[in-house]
């Protein structure tokens, strides 16, 4: 297993980076897609009226990963991702890619320029198990703040209402560790399911933690977090 690292990127002056659905499955495409030793061919999207993109015919190589993505989670101005490098520079060279592609048809799509993105994104090597097994949790949890930001400072009256948020969220790699099939390809996920006990015990872990937040310990992983 090679070094495992938390990273994060948020827009610059933490704007909004994802406006619509649209932009979410942009981007999570350009997850597989950037995820690739050889150059990206069909990253030229001509936009016609009402957004419809005419994508050009290519004939794929089989790819050859820069890095392998464990968990992702989509907030409208920023992003975290736990990931490893698959080779040397593969992280590097995978941010790269992506935030410029993204970035990309973003401009092109709102008909801006410039800097979408805070500088470079944001990591942090994850050298303790215990800050390992946290953390996974810890990302999949951040679309509560969109109904009970509370939960940061663990306080949650109704666990029911932010379990079954979390399960209609589909802008994170949550539901693929349910085993309910939401963008699996993004993913390698077999490691993860191992440590959690597999799907159910991934769930049931999910559940306990939410009812007692104290055991996602802030003080401990605050510096794998990334988010002052």
């Not at 597989?32 to 994508?55: C, G, L, Q, R």
């Not at 989670?73 to 593969?90: E, F, Q, T, V």
């Not at 973003?106 to 410039?114: A, D, H, L, V």
């Not at 009812?211 to 310990?217: A, F, Q, T």
Request: include cysteine.
């Amino acid at each position: 297993m090679s070094a495992i690292y938390h990273v994060l990127n948020r827009g610059v002056d933490k704007r909004k980076i994802f406006m619509e659905d649209k932009d979410y499955l942009r981007f999570i495409h350009d997850l597989f897609e950037f995820n690739d030793e050889n150059p990206v061919n069909n990253n030229y999207y001509k936009f016609h009226k009402h957004n419809t993109i005419a994508v050009p015919r290519i004939e794929r190589k089989p790819r050859q990963l820069l890095v392998d993505i464990y968990v992702f989670c989509l907030m409208p101005n920023h992003y975290h991702l736990l990931l490893s490098p698959r080779r040397d520079g593969g992280i590097s060279r995978f941010m790269k890619k992506l935030n410029m592609g993204y970035a990309r048809y973003f401009n092109e799509k709102y008909n801006r320029s410039g800097t979408l993105f805070e500088g470079r994104f944001k990591s942090v090597l994850i050298e303790r198990q215990a800050h390992f097994i946290h953390l996974p949790y810890y990302i999949h949890f951040n679309p509560l703040d969109f109904i009970m930001p509370e939960w940061r400072d663990r306080k949650i009256e109704d666990y029911k209402k932010a379990i079954n948020f979390l399960n209609s969220y589909r802008w994170s790699s949550h539901l693929d560790y349910l085993g309910q099939t939401n963008f699996p390809s993004v993913t390698k996920r077999e490691f993860l399911l191992e440590i959690f006990g597999g799907q159910e015990g991934y769930q049931e872990a999910l559940n306990g933690w939410l009812i007692d937040l104290r055991k996602v310990n802030k003080d401990k992983i605050k510096d794998m977090l990334l988010e002052s």
